[in-house]
């Protein structure tokens, strides 16, 4: 019986009860005929009760025969008044009041309350984010569990509906879907409805139907959950900009009309009421309210992967026919996921990315299988938001198909793909998250690393060592040795990703010589890496950042009394390493008002840093300030620059002059050391264009350099007297979606001979000035060099040049296949939401 039932059952008891002290004050007031009136309603009131026992219990419950015999007992009483026979009021009264207690001990004891639970999913790909849930309600022998795939519609870019879509015959053979127009809301009334849609109407790609939106939906049930069909990559829940990128994932109708809230982690937890405190705070929903609405219970999607085995796999043929080997062998097989966010991020480049990815696994297909598995929403996307993609991305479709040469998975079961491939490719999403718990490698793929444009060696800085260069390139993260006069570069090192590599953000930037080490300076890194030359091998010192910030770490280093001192630009503190012990210490920088920096993105200037040899003085990005530390007595004294409206991007300067270079910059100042003077030159080169945040990098050598960020040309400014001119680099063509191109599009500029060269980032085109201006082609690689490095498996690793596709299928994937019990996080779930 429901529970609403048996509350019923036990308010009809209750009013019987009552109604037999009316019954016993009406006899013994003579008063007959109410009495006779109030029996019948008696026999009317348990008739009715036994009716609903036995639609809820079936024929024979031990109940309704209780409640026959307290009918007999009551017709008795009504014959014994209605013929005016004498009749003993307190017996009858107490006989009445036995068997009522009799029914209601029943009603109590015997009768057990069943639980009505709805799953509601749409899409059947996402199945898996209820399933486990599911498989714990159906098995509990007091629970109705029924699982209702809900129609949802295709939009077009104007919102309005376009294709209806239903896939309720694409759900496990053990899942008994009962279609959506069978079950009667408003009738039945379930206990609960757990849903993993949370858009109602906002969602511009699709729309399940208006029925099923979560504002609807709480009218008929007293408890609405929301289970996220996705997961997302772990977040530190006090870093604001983290928060704030969440806040789509928070800010959703399914969050603010469901009961309960079902999040993966603690910590995604606390997330989420943190960012919906700050912004229901108005709607009179205080921190409380939130903290017991969303639940950090896990995702059932865990349960569905860690429990899926490949000997259980059912695989067509078809996809057989592309694993089988000739000798009947099984090719490595790599799930090669493509992302609708990756797809609006980088638009034309992706699909150039993609033809490159088919290509290479083409030329590999003898040892190789790739199974694609594009978004679900793929589809609906281009045609919603990206028409212009529509004919090109549907012929890679079609060319891919036709090709019979890789598997193209568009079934529900992503669970398959992950069971049966080795290995990981594709665009970080909540399939990694779930991927990296079997143990199996993963690469996330860099849409910019195709073969044209994917060997550039870019360096934030270069040492000099045994008459060679060394640097670390930024996309390769690697060291290298490269010859002066050739610019042919050898690897010496690769250094690997930490595992809380963000983006296409390099990780670590510039380098420190110190005998014969080399210190590699982090830019988002926890761990500052140690590359003993005469080892051949990388050690790491964790400076005590506990958490990725989202912008750079460190941007300068200073070397002083036996020390490297890294300068920070998104962190609190300057650390100090002993290059010697290599032990560290934290030198407190932070904001004069004594909050924190490191949660914000680049509090400090990235571009450089002003040393006379005791002190250093650096600018702040976000207000108009100057930090100057006395590295002897470690004092901090805090200057303000009027002139400095919106920040500064960088300072630098020698015996005779500081120059510091505004962030948006209108004009350069500069500090006449001697004369004790301030110069402001705004003279541009022609056609100068500022831009927001005008340049990445300021460096001095004979020349100021200015190297751009926001700002539409590379600039040298003269030493002697302020004037400017541009640097003949051509265009700076800018693509926003690739880091290095938005950020840093030329790197580094350093001089050889009586030469100036500049290396641009994306593409590591060289570029030289002297008394002739000249592009001097790209910093070549060693015929040999890479080819002996192979991917690291069971290591999460980003694309880059060393890690190509190439090395990665056909390297050696091993892993450890990692198990928990299946349905853990469903049976705790289910567990949890019955006792709220």
Known sequence: MRKAQKQQAEDFIKILGEAHDEIRKAIEKKNISAALSLLADCQDGAIALGNLIEAAEGKGFGTIALLESYCEQVYRIYGELEKGQPIAVGKAYKSLRQMLFKIESSVKNDIRIR??????????????????????????????????????????????????????????????????????????????????????????????????YSKNLKKFTDKLVYVPYFILGEIDPEDSQALKDIEKFCLVPGVAYADQVIVQSEDMRQAYVNVLTEFMSGQGRSRAYWEKKILGLGSPKVDKVLSTRKEDLEIPEEWMRVI?????????????????????????????????????????????????????????????????????????VKTYREGRWGIYDDTSDMDRAVCLSDGYYGDGSSVVWLYKRTGKPVMIQNAYSVMEDNHSLAMDNIVEYKGEWWFLALKDNSIYKMERTTLKAT?????????????????YGKIHLYQNKIFVIPMIGDEIAVYDMEKDAVRYIRYGKSDPCRGTVFAEKIEYGGKLYLIPCGYDYI?????????????????????????????????????????????????????????????????????????????CGDEDCIWIVPKRADKILCWDRREKRLEIYDEFPDGYEAGEWSFYKVQLGDEL????????????????????????????????????????????????????????????????????????????????????????????????????????????????????????????????IMDT
């Open 491 to 507: 690897l010496v090192k690769r250094i690997p990703y930490g595992a809380d590599f963000l983006g296409d953000h390099p990780q």
């Open 705 to 832: 350099y200015l190297l751009p960020r926001d700002a539409n040309m590379c600039i040298a400014v003269s030493k002697e007297n302020g004037t400017m001119r541009k640097l003949a680099t051509g265009n700076v063509d800018r693509d926003n979606g690739n880091f290095f191109d938005r950020y840093m599009y030329f790197a580094h500029i350093w001089k050889r001979g009586q030469e100036v060269l500049l290396v641009s980032s994306s593409k590591g085109e060289v570029f030289c000035f002297g008394e002739k201006d000249s592009y001097g082609g790209k910093i070549s690689i060693c015929q040999d060099c890479g080819e002996s490095v192979s991917w690291q498996g069971s290591v999460y690793e980003r694309q880059n040049r060393l890690d190509n596709i190439a090395n990665y299928v056909n390297s050696r994937l091993q892993y450890n296949r990692k198990d928990v019990g299946e349905k853990a996080v469903g049976q705790a779930i289910f567990a949890r």
């Open 115 to 212: 639980t009505e639970v709805v799953f509601l999913p749409y899409k059947a790909s996402m199945w898996d984010s209820l399933e486990s849930i599911w498989k714990a309600a159906d098995e509990d022998p007091d629970c109705d569990a029924y699982v209702i795939p809900i129609p949802y519609y295709d939009k077009n870019p104007d919102g309005s509906f376009r294709e209806l879509h239903y896939e309720g015959g694409e759900y496990p053979k053990d899942v008994p879907v009962v279609w959506y127009e069978d079950y009667d809301f408003e009738t039945r009334r379930p206990d609960m409805v757990f849903i993993h849609n949370p858009y109602d109407d906002c969602n511009i790609v699709t729309s399940v139907h208006p029925f099923f």
């Open 575 to 651: 650390v100090c390493i002993d290059l010697e012990t290599e032990q560290f210490r934290n030198i407190v920088v932070g904001d004069e008002k004594g909050t924190s920096v490191h949660k914000t993105v680049d509090a400090y200037a990235w571009g450089s840093v002003f040393w006379d040899g005791k002190k250093a003085i650096f600018t702040k990005i976000t207000d108009n300030k100057l930090i100057c530390m006395d590295f002897e007595s470690e004092a901090k004294t805090v200057y303000e620059c009027g002139l400095l409206d919106g920040g500064g991007s960088g300072i």
């Open 324 to 396: 089988r080997k000739a000798d009947g062998s099984w090719k490595k097989v790599i799930f090669y996921n493509t992302t609708v966010t990756a797809l609006l991020q980088y638009n034309e480049q992706y699909l150039v990315k993609m033809r490159d990815v088919f290509r290479i696994f083409y030329e590999n297909r003898g040892e190789v299988a790739l199974l694609w598995r594009p978004h679900p929403l793929m589809g609906a996307t281009i045609e919603s938001m990206r028409q212009e993609l529509r004919e090109e991305y549907g012929e890679i």
